[in-house]
Each structure stands twice: as structure tokens, then as C-alpha cells.
């Protein structure tokens, strides 16, 4: 691979030309499709997503290179009952006839990858042969002439132009979550995506429509400028967002492609909406799993982190099972499910195949984004084998994790950070994942507990005046970082836990508070506000809420980007559709789960 400048990038004319020339053969494939009537959404009342397993309606080739979560395509694809031929090597993409072409991390290492194998010119060759082929991701951008990200990478040159960093001041990269589109043409591919809807996007880095690739550009979106969020030319089509974790709305994009509903057109059928467009503020629902004490792995609700029931022989608690609670979230409208394996400090991550299980299952019918944490460190086991955190994260993301969150590991690495006065050598936990799986792949977990002090020269740590004084009418807080499920409290606090996890490629913050874990009363709004102004990644609210009210407060009062809720869901006090039926009562944008599969 050549690494080469960002502006030097010389448009590879051959590779345009020669999918020019073969593009033609496919405009006859294209009529016989065009011929065919628009297929019709079926309605449908929400419920899990049937798994197609009785007979397969088809084979489809995936291009699995080893570029982050292929699982969910796989698990998205068989779900609509097709069958799924993973491929690596020149002759499986050659032998194709529908191909698609994944990837989540980083473009050079993707181009490594695709480079060392002899790729690239069999994805030319198939691009350019007029078979179907569908990018996702970093498939969208890999089609580009070339990326700023890693140093400026030279691309598969098939699509005009330089995909680029977000920019913008304050702008919290990455761009994740639910956004709206702006379609500039109709096609047979996002027939069943309503206008103004929301798909899932997960990404830092970006291609923008100019005049050299208008002639691709399909749907558009906004996020600190317009950029491209999908493209087709015949049967060439890929999205920057992610239709195996956009829901029923994003299988039906797949559905479309496999059928070979894909027709386009023509010009301006559908247009962002003026009103409620934008990023949505996500609504995350949290389980927090364990084994009890007869060793089943239950969802468990704590009081300040305490599990136990008070009145019976003090069990743990038990509020369901991990796969079921999941997939019911996921139908109610959840934009994203987390799993917490909170004695995973103690416990040895590899050999929790429960859990493991939990993601492979979950993941087969959830089609939004897993996160799971609990355990991600270094550790050596029983028998004398050591295991490093990226290998733990590993297996989580092979059985179908989308992110994994690293709590306790995260507040050793950020005292060890401050010692060193910010110096980095690529070894933590944090770097070693963000820079293999990228850095929207990265959460940092923080469990803390307020510090009351009467004057901020008693702590090293950023203070704020409290509107709740402490218990002997401290005007003073900080925020105190815990380890090991809040059992032990560190020198540190959230909010420079949070800094030190920017700066070494967390891409996000999941920020619980153990005093208002369980009790109702709604978030932190201090501690919220603290920590989402001091960082540019998402920030996720945590513990606390107790009402729908209590979300649309969270968003109106502070800069986090998704609210995170366990014990009302899990009680069935609060559906995840009365949540966003109040966001969206208060005009905070929000994304609907619609069933049109
Ligand atoms: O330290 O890397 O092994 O990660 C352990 C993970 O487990 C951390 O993410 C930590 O937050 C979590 N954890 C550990 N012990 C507990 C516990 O409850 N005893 N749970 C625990 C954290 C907090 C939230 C909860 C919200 C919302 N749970 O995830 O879901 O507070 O609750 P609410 O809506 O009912 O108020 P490592």
C-alpha cells in the first residue's frame, strides 16, 4: 500500500474507466430490474425479527477480510433468509455473483489487509463487471480515491474524491448514532426508508459530494457539513451508515439489495425533512448481568450498585434473562442495548462462555448496536496463560459485540497517564483497541460517587459548586472514580478520567453515578454537564432515570449525546416508545423503530 498526501492523491483514471466501460453491460441487468413493480413494505405489529431457517432464498458473497464486526452483516443477512458464503481471497470475489463488502476500524489498515492479500484489483475487477456489489462503511469510503485517516492512504480510486476528518468547532466526533437523510435521487434500495427517518451511523471520518462524484451520490446527510451517506451507480451501491444495525428499517436496505430491488429512479422523490432532521439523542437500555447464587446468568437491577434483595435471604437480584430482555428492548424502540458483565473484575473474561453466548444469541436478532463490558484487561489464568485486554475484546467483538467498555482497567491506565504528564506508547488497553477496532469501538465506562469538599484546595481534582451541599453543608464536589464495581475509590476524578480517555482514543463515555443508581430521581445533570463539556466524544448519561420526563431533562440541560436507563425498563414501569414519545413531545430529535419487514 502506498502511504501518500491527502492532496497528491492522483484520481486512479484506469480503475474509473474501466468500471465505466464494463458499467455499460450491466445497464441491460438494470432494465430487466426496472421492469419489475416496487415491492410494498408489509405492516406488521412489532415483535422479534423472524430467522429465516427452513430454506434459503439465496446465497450472497461476504468479503470478510477481517474488518471489525462482520458477525451482524452475516446475522442481518440470514435473518431475511438468504445464505451467506464468506470469502477472503481472489477467487472467492471472482466466483461471486452479489458480493458485499464490510468494514469498521481504520481505512489503512484496511487497505493493508486488502493490499497484502491481492484484493484490490479483484474488487475492481468485480466492481467494474456489473454484478451486484454492495459497500458498507468503510466499503463506502475504501471506494474513494484515498482518506486523511492514517496519515492519507490512497483508496480503490473507483469513486472521485478524499474522504476527510469531521470537522467543526465543539463538534463531537465521532458522528454516532441515528441521523436523517437527504435523498438527491429515488432507488428501489431504500424503498422502504420513509423520508425523514433515521438510520445508524458509527464513524470519524467522511466523504463529501462535489461535482467529480455528484453523478454517484444517492442520499446525503448533515453533520458539521453535508457529507455522503449513500451511493449507486447501477448495480454499484454502498452506505456510510449501517443497515445490520439500523433496524427493520436498515434490513430492508439489505432485503432490497438481495432481491435485486435496487432500480433507480430518477431525481428528488424524497427530501430531508425541515423539522425534527438531525442527529438523534439516543435512548440506550442497559443490562446489567451476573450469575447468581445457583450459578444462572441472570439480569440483576442494583441500588447504588448494591444487588442484593433486602428482604429475602439476600439473592441476587434477578429482573430476567439477558436474551430475551435484550430482543424486547430492541422491538420497543431501544437505539442501542449495553451489556454490563459487572463481576467480570473478578471473574476470567475468556472462559465466561455464558456471556459470550449472551452476544452471539443477542446479536442474532438485535439489529441495533451491542456494547458489552465487564472484565476487558489484561489477566493470566489458572493455568499459568496470559491473555491481554485486546484479546478479551476480541472475542467479544467475534461473538457479535459492535463496542466493548472498559471500566476499572481505564482508571489505572489514566493515573498511570497523569504520572507520566500525558506521554502515550501505544500500550493501553484503550490505545491497543481503539487503534485495531477504531476508536467508535472504544467505550470507557465511569462508575463514580460525589466528594464533598468545603473548599476545592482540599482535592487535586475539578471541583464544582453543588446545588445539593453534602451532608455537612459542603458547597463543593468532585466526582470520585471507582474501581472494581465502585468497591474501592481512587484519586482521580470523572472528569479527568474522561480528558486522559479522549486524548488516548475512547470514543465514547458511558458515565453512570453510584449515588443515583436505582433510585429514581433522574440524572446527575452536574456531573452530565461536567464531564459532556469537557470532552468532544459522546457522552452518555447514566443512572438514574426514574421517568420519561427524566431523558428529556438530561438533553435539555446538558451536551450528552444518549441517555442510558436499566431498572425502569427492566420493572416494565416505562416501554422505551413512552421515552421517546416524550423526547420527541419536547422537540428533542429521536429516532422511531418502525417494522417494515
Ligand atoms: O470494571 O471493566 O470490569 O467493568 C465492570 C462494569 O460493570 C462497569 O461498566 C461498571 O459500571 C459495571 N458494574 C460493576 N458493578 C456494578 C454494580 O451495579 N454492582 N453496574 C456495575 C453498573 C450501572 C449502570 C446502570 C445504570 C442505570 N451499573 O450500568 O445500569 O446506573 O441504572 P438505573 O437506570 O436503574 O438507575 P470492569
Redesign the pocket.
Known amino acids: 500500500m502506498i502511504a501518500t498526501s491527502v492532496t497528491t492523491l492522483a484520481p486512479p483514471l484506469a480503475a474509473r474507466a474501466q468500471f465505466e466501460r464494463r458499467g455499460a453491460r450491466a445497464l441491460a441487468r438494470r432494465a430487466a430490474v426496472c421492469a419489475r413493480p416496487a415491492r410494498r413494505s408489509a405492516i406488521r405489529a412489532p415483535g422479534p425479527i423472524r430467522v429465516f431457517a427452513a430454506e434459503s432464498r439465496g446465497e450472497v458473497t461476504l468479503l470478510d477480510y477481517g474488518a471489525g464486526n462482520v458477525r451482524s452483516v452475516r446475522n442481518a443477512i440470514q435473518a431475511l433468509g438468504f445464505t451467506v458464503k464468506s470469502v477472503d481471497d481472489p477467487a472467492g470475489i471472482a466466483a461471486a455473483d452479489k458480493l458485499i463488502f464490510p468494514g469498521v476500524g481504520a481505512y489503512g489498515s484496511a487497505m493493508d489487509v486488502l493490499t497484502s492479500r491481492g484484493l484490490v484489483d479483484p474488487i475492481k475487477d468485480y466492481v467494474a463487471s456489473g454484478k451486484p456489489f454492495m459497500g458498507v462503511c468503510l466499503g463506502l469510503q475504501l471506494l474513494f480515491d484515498g482518506s486523511e485517516e492514517s496519515g492519507g492512504v490512497e483508496g480503490l480510486g473507483i469513486i472521485p474524491g478524499v474522504v476527510g476528518k469531521f470537522r467543526g468547532d465543539g463538534l463531537v466526533v465521532p458522528h454516532i448514532g441515528w441521523n436523517t437523510l437527504d435523498f438527491k435521487r429515488d432507488t428501489g434500495l431504500m424503498a422502504d426508508v420513509p423520508a425523514g427517518d433515521r438510520l445508524y451511523f458509527v464513524h470519524s471520518y467522511r466523504a463529501t459530494p462535489d461535482a467529480n462524484n455528484e453523478d454517484w451520490v444517492l442520499a446525503t446527510c448533515e453533520y458539521g457539513g453535508e457529507f455522503i451517506a449513500a451511493v449507486q451507480k447501477g448495480e454499484v451501491m454502498a452506505c456510510q451508515f449501517h443497515p445490520e444495525k439500523s433496524g427493520e428499517k436498515g434490513l430492508s436496505i439489505f432485503r432490497n439489495f438481495l432481491e435485486g430491488n435496487t432500480e433507480e429512479r430518477g431525481a428528488g422523490a424524497k427530501t430531508r425533512p425541515t423539522v425534527d432532521a438531525g442527529l438523534a439523542k439516543r435512548v440506550i437500555a442497559?443490562?446489567?448481568v451476573r450469575s447468581n447464587d445457583a450459578g444462572d446468568l441472570v439480569v440483576?437491577?442494583?441500588d447504588s450498585?448494591?444487588?442484593r434483595e433486602k428482604d429475602t435471604a439476600g439473592d441476587v437480584r434477578n429482573l430476567g434473562k439477558p436474551v430475551e430482555l435484550a430482543g424486547k428492548y430492541f422491538t420497543q424502540g431501544a437505539d442501542e442495548v449495553?451489556f454490563?458483565?459487572?463481576?467480570?473484575?473478578r471473574d476470567l473474561p475468556l472462559t465466561d462462555a455464558p456471556m459470550l453466548e449472551v452476544l452471539r444469541r443477542s446479536s442474532e436478532t438485535v439489529f441495533v448496536p451491542l456494547t458489552v463490558?465487564?472484565?476487558?484487561?489484561d489477566f493470566t489464568d489458572s493455568n499459568g496463560v496470559s491473555y491481554t485486554a485486546l484479546e478479551v475484546a476480541a472475542a467479544y467483538f467475534k461473538a457479535g459485540a459492535d463496542k466493548v467498555?472498559?471500566?476499572?482497567?481505564?482508571v489505572y491506565v489514566a493515573e498511570q497517564y497523569y504520572a507520566n504528564d500525558g506521554a502515550k506508547d501505544g500500550r493501553t488497553s484503550i490505545e491497543q483497541i481503539s487503534e485495531r477496532y477504531g476508536v467508535q469501538a472504544m467505550v470507557v465506562?465511569?462508575?463514580p460517587r460525589r466528594a464533598y469538599v468545603r473548599d476545592p484546595s482540599e482535592t487535586k481534582n475539578r471541583c464544582i459548586k453543588t446545588s445539593r451541599p453534602g451532608p455537612n453543608g459542603e458547597e463543593y464536589v468532585w466526582f470520585q472514580c471507582t474501581?472494581?464495581?465502585?468497591r474501592e475509590g481512587r484519586d482521580i476524578g470523572a472528569y479527568e478520567l474522561a480528558i486522559a480517555m479522549e486524548d488516548l482514543g475512547c470514543g465514547e463515555i458511558?458515565l453512570?453515578?453510584i449515588d443515583?443508581?436505582?433510585?429514581?430521581n433522574g440524572f446527575d445533570h452536574e456531573l452530565v454537564g461536567l464531564v459532556s463539556d469537557a470532552v468532544t466524544i459522546p457522552v452518555i448519561a447514566?443512572?438514574?432515570?426514574g421517568e420519561p420526563k427524566h431523558f428529556t431533562d438530561v438533553f435539555n440541560a446538558t451536551k450528552c449525546s444518549a441517555a442510558?436507563?436499566?431498572?425502569?425498563?427492566?420493572r416494565g414501569e416505562v416501554d422505551i416508545s413512552e421515552v421517546k414519545d416524550h423526547m420527541k413531545g419536547g422537540k428533542i430529535p429521536t429516532n422511531e423503530f418502525r417494522s417494515v419487514l
Open positions: 442497559c443490562l446489567d440483576t437491577k442494583g450498585y448494591d444487588v449495553a454490563l458483565n459487572i463481576t467480570g473484575y463490558g465487564g472484565g476487558i484487561r467498555s472498559i471500566g476499572s482497567d481505564a465506562s465511569i462508575d474501581v472494581k464495581g465502585g458511558l453512570n453515578c443515583e443508581d436505582g433510585q429514581g447514566s443512572s438514574g432515570a442510558l436507563a436499566a431498572g425502569i425498563f427492566h
